[in-house]
Structures are given as C-alpha cells and as structure tokens.
C-alpha cells in the first residue's frame, strides 16, 4: 500500500508560482510512477503531469507544457509539482496519485488533495 500526502497549495495571484508536494509512505515508493491531476469546480478530473519510475519520462498535459514542472527526489520518497506563470483556469483542487512503473491512465492510489487558487 501507499499513502499519499499533498501539501503547498494556496492562494496566489495570477502570473505567480507555487510548488505542490507529495510525501509518499509505504513501501517499494521507488517502483512507482507519480502523477499530478487537477479537478476545477463542475469539470472532470484532468491529467497535469506524469514521472514514470522505470526511465524517469516525464509527461505534461498542454496546458502545462512550459509553465510546470515535475520532478521526484527517491530519497525523500516526494515528488514536486513546480508551478509558475499561473492563470485564472489553474486554479483547481490538485491531486497526487501512483501506479506501478510506468505513467498511464489509471492510477491505485490517491491522495486527498490541495487547493490551488489563482485570483487577483
């Protein structure tokens, strides 16, 4: 089993930064792939980003092609969401989620989330 724990949302105005975490407990952490998801008021559920475990491939969904930024410290058993550029549309409650080995679509593990808002 793993556990999954986001922190670092907030409220930050628009063309701000932020930096999502999430601790991971449990065991064999290093054979997971992470993913970052986000679910806005009355919209489904989205893919944001995704580190596999296998090679470290990193995916990004478009609308954060350029603007985030994922990355996992193994030792720290974290993985990072680096937000920057942010718009009014980011905001959203975001969730970290794993699977075994390689990003895909569906995912065993969820965490509860953290709210991001990006107003003025």
């Known amino acids: 089993q793993v556990q999954l724990v986001e922190s670092g949302g907030g409220l930050v105005q628009p063309g701000g930064s932020l930096r999502l975490s999430c601790a991971a407990s449990g065991s064999s952490l290093d054979y997971y792939a992470y993913g970052w998801f986000r679910q806005a008021p009355g919209k489904e559920r989205e893919g944001v980003s995704c580190i596999s475990s296998r090679d470290g491939s990193i995916y990004y969904a478009d609308s954060a092609k350029g603007r985030f930024t994922i990355s996992r410290d193994n030792a720290k058993n974290t993985v990072y969401l680096q937000m920057s550029s942010l718009k009014p549309e980011d905001t959203a409650v975001y969730y970290c989620?794993?699977?075994?080995?390689?990003?895909?679509?569906?995912?065993?593990?969820w965490g509860q989330g953290t709210q991001v808002t990006v107003s003025s």
């Open positions: 989620a794993a699977r075994p080995w390689s990003c895909g679509s569906s995912y065993d593990h």
